[in-house]
């Protein structure tokens, strides 16, 4: 309730004034009356009421003596004058003192009541206005970008922290991005040099007029000002890259949609948050901007076979192909990022991949030694230790690569062997000279040529000699000649006769004849 105190020389007018309204239900109580100036002013100071009522003729000190004084008192009174006709020239010297309004005798109800309304409205504002001041000095201008970001302003308050701040709200654009900091050595000497960083942000955007920062979660929290990403990703790339020089660690920024009502400064922080909490999948390049990530969300039903591709990751080690590991482990990588699981979930699967691999390899006698060196405590260690997937991959990459490098040292003709070892096994396919260039890493023209070196003849020569010998095998044990073609890898019988006579100087059916006799 609002304490009132009605001043007035009329005992009549006093209780009619009581009467006409419904203090109460307004929001004000009557706390007080006065019969004269002198006993008005002790109760106004007595009682400290929110509005008074006072009739400019009354004795003891007049109305507008009364006003003088309270003003030069410093006293918060509304006030709210009482006159007649007659005394209209006093009631605007009583309005140039500052009061609130003035009635004209008798006092109409209704009119009444509208003062009073307005004279709430403004008490109300008022009060709202010191608790912003008293906020505005506990706050200071970071704890209002925080909660501009967080949302949970009123407009009124908006607009009185724009004007005290001179934000210049509004702006054409806002997009809010988050700056992350890591160190594997110690995260907490990151934390202890947050406010280091930050002023690096903070003179970045001062020197392109762009933003505010704070700091929420030891994260630096940029409220872009007309300046957005992607349409500024160069200025953003480089003020990241100076934040790594600066920092020693690897940073990463999330950064959500750009909007253009400070309503949505919200959602678009609150995005920038999500996507932080996806940075070990999506931190990549070290920038996650929510519009690149529909890509993401698209290609979630990518398939990755891990039994197929490991077998194909142990040929490119033994091979030294490092083209195709490097293509393996993208793929991989390119199927771990569209999972949807969870950070723990993909190291534990990479991992997983990458043991199976190594244990794939030690069913090779000849390769244990060196493969157990890369199953130790301390490299899986580091692996799971890893900040984002990418570097997960490339540490991978990197063990995967040195493995095959020494595996390749262990036998220096071992290169020649694992050719002539992999046509022995697949002979019977269609292997081609893509394929098996492909499947040791090297382009098919670098390739054939490296063949020809190495065996003295080119591919498709040899490949049809392995064929042949297979051949008189298998016609040895008894094998028709349309079933040989098959079991070496023809097509069409009149051409496997053609080339078994070429190199053997018989036709299959007469080399048949011949082994009988």
């Known amino acids: 309730m609002l304490k009132t105190i009605l001043i007035d020389d009329e005992p009549i ?7 006409i309204i419904d203090w109460e239900s307004l929001g004000f109580e009557v706390v007080a009356t006065a019969q ?21 003729r009354i004795p003891g000190i007049d109305g507008l003596t009364l006003i003088n004084k309270l003003k030069e008192e410093k006293v918060n009174t509304k006030i709210i004058i009482i006159s007649g006709y007659s005394e209209f ?29 307005k004279v709430k409205q403004k008490i109300s504002q008022e009060i709202e206005l010191q608790k912003m001041m008293h906020t505005t000095q506990e706050l200071g201008l970071e704890k209002v970008i925080e909660k501009l970001l967080l949302g949970t302003f009123e407009a009124n308050e908006i607009d009185y922290f724009n004007g005290f701040y001179k934000l210049s709200l509004p702006w054409k654009k806002y997009q809010v991005a ?5 160190n594997k050595g110690n995260q907490k000497f990151m934390e202890d040099r947050i406010f280091r960083f930050k002023s690096e942000v903070d003179g970045f955007l001062k020197r392109n007029k762009c933003g505010y920062t704070t700091v929420v979660n030891n994260h630096i929290c940029i409220l872009f000002k007309d300046f957005w990403y992607p349409f500024n990703s160069k200025s953003i790339n480089i003020l990241k890259e100076n934040l790594m020089r600066i920092a020693g660690s690897q940073v990463i920024i999330s950064i959500g949609s750009e909007v253009n009502d400070y309503n949505l400064i919200k959602k678009s922080f609150e995005e920038a948050n999500r996507l932080l909490e996806n940075r070990f999948l999506l931190g990549y390049k070290g920038i996650i901007y929510i519009g690149e990530c529909k890509e993401y969300e698209k290609n979630r039903e990518n398939k990755f076979n891990d039994k197929e591709y490991i077998e194909k990751l142990v040929m490119a080690i033994v091979l030294n192909g ?27 699967n990479f991992l997983n991949f990458y043991i199976e691999t190594l244990y794939k390899l030690l069913q090779d006698n ?13 490299i899986l260690k580091n692996l799971y230790m890893q900040q984002t997937l990418t570097e997960l991959k490339s540490l991978i990459k990197f063990y995967f690569v040195s493995l095959a490098d020494e595996i ?10 694992k050719i002539a070892e992999f046509i022995e096994k697949n002979y019977f396919a269609d292997i081609k000279l893509e394929i098996i260039a492909n499947a040791f890493g090297y382009n098919s023209s670098y390739f054939s040529k490296l063949f020809k070196k190495i065996f003295g003849e080119n591919f498709t020569i040899y490949l049809d000699k392995v064929r042949i010998e297979k051949a008189k095998a298998f016609l040895k044990e ?20 053609s080339k078994f006579k070429k190199y053997v100087g018989l036709s299959p059916k007469e080399y048949k004849e011949q082994i009988k006799k």
């Not at 020239?89 to 003062?115: M, R, T």
């Open 408 to 417: 390749s040292k262990i036998d220096p003709k071992s290169f020649k062997r």
């Open 13 to 19: 007018i006093l209780e009619g004034l009581q009467k």
């Open 322 to 348: 490092f083209d195709s590991i490097n293509q393996i482990l993208e793929k991989k990588t390119e199927n771990l990022l569209y999972s949807d699981m969870s950070e723990e979930d993909v190291k534990i």
């Open 178 to 182: 988050i700056v992350t900091f890591y």
């Open 89 to 117: 020239e006093y009631a605007k010297e009583a309005i140039e003192l500052g009061v609130e309004s003035y009635l004209l005798k008798p006092v109409d109800p209704y009119l009444l009541q509208q003062k009073l309304e």
């Open 366 to 378: 000849l390769y244990k030694p060196v493969v157990e060196k890369y199953l130790c405590r301390e």
């Open 36 to 56: 004269d100036g002198i006993e008005g002013l002790e109760k106004i100071k007595k009682f400290k009421p929110e509005v008074a009522l006072i009739d400019i």
């Open 478 to 497: 008894g094998y028709k000649v349309c079933e040989t073609c098959k079991k070496v890898g023809f097509d069409d019988v009149d051409y496997f006769c």
